[in-house]
């Protein structure tokens, strides 16, 4: 449960800091996580993060007040945001290969450096991608698992993974696994 939350806060986080940068403030930052721990840099300076998850039984579960270099923010968590299971047999494998990935299953094409997952589903990423990006392009209220089993993530001039429509994407970190996601400058 405890993995789940991280994960959540942790993608909340990088989207944040994507979002964040796009509105002009050109810096660099990764996110490098292992296991239960993350650890995020900003401009090569660790940024410490603090905040409080109380459980309520309502729909939505998780109220998380997290402050990030004197920025405060406010997440909402629904049911469905720390659940942390997925199913191999039904997912769909994606093998990064450096500036190529291998697809076994459906909803997602790899074209010039971009994987780009066009519906719902669980998606199991593996590998490094050297610079490139994961474009959510799926519809505005699908869900989309994002599941890192050991991935290197790095885009040179942009967001290593962007959701421009998508509603929700839920972050799950594989157990035993080590993944860095690093945004390129200007983001």
Sequence with gaps: MKRAIIATILAAMLILA?????AGNPSQSAAAVSGTTAEVAENSEAV???GTVSENPEPAQFLTDVSASGRNVSYEFDPEDSDSGWDA???TAIALKKDAADISGSGAVFSGGV???RQAGTYVFSGALDNGQILIDAGKNDIVRLVLNGVTLRNDTGPAIYAPQSEKVVLILADGTENEVADG???
Excluded: R, W, Y
């Excluded at 994507?18 to 796009?22: L, S």
């Design 89 to 91: 047999g039904s997912a």
């Design 185 to 187: 400058e200007g983001v």
């Design 18 to 22: 994507a979002g964040c940068g796009a």
């Design 115 to 117: 994987l780009t997952i």
């Design 48 to 50: 410490e993060n603090s």
